[in-house]
């Protein structure tokens, strides 16, 4: 048996493949998350919840960290779903639906409420479709 033969190996592969798409997929969602805070700022939009201002670098580190647990969950179901990648991406639209209620709900401005439901579509955009194209149909 070669090495390309060995299910351990293409499975290994798999996962590596994955888990470097998640992160690149990731980084580049918490960049276009803070670039869109940052531009709606700029355009006189606040980023104030309750009172406190959320700085522009949460806006990343929330993303990564959503994201990473969106690369964790596509691992998960790669292992165990019949179809990893309909049910990825049927998981995380409801997912990312559901983030959307705190952004609703929370004491800030209607324009305030709009920028933070952008930033979670943004990073969905990025991230959904890049790990998903990784699992198996």
């Known amino acids: 048996m070669t090495t390309t033969d060995s299910p351990v190996r293409t499975a290994t592969a798999t996962v590596g493949a994955l888990i470097r798409t998640g992160v690149i997929a990731t980084v580049a969602a918490s960049a276009a998350t803070m670039a869109v805070a940052a531009g709606g700022h700029a355009a006189g939009v606040s980023l104030d919840l309750g009172g406190a201002p959320i700085p522009v670098s949460g806006f990343g580190v929330l993303t990564a960290v959503f994201s990473l647990i969106g690369v964790v969950i596509a691992m998960l179901l790669s292992r165990y779903a019949r179809r990893p990648q309909r ?51």
Do not use: Q
């Not at 959307?100 to 929370?106: E, F, H, K, R, S």
């Open 87 to 137: 049910t990825f991406v049927h998981t995380t639209v409801v997912l990312t639906v559901l983030s959307l209620v705190p952004d609703v709900i929370v004491d800030a401005g209607v324009a305030t409420k709009a920028l933070l439901m952008l930033t979670h579509l943004v990073a969905a955009a990025i991230v959904i479709p890049a790990v998903a194209r990784r699992l198996a149909a």
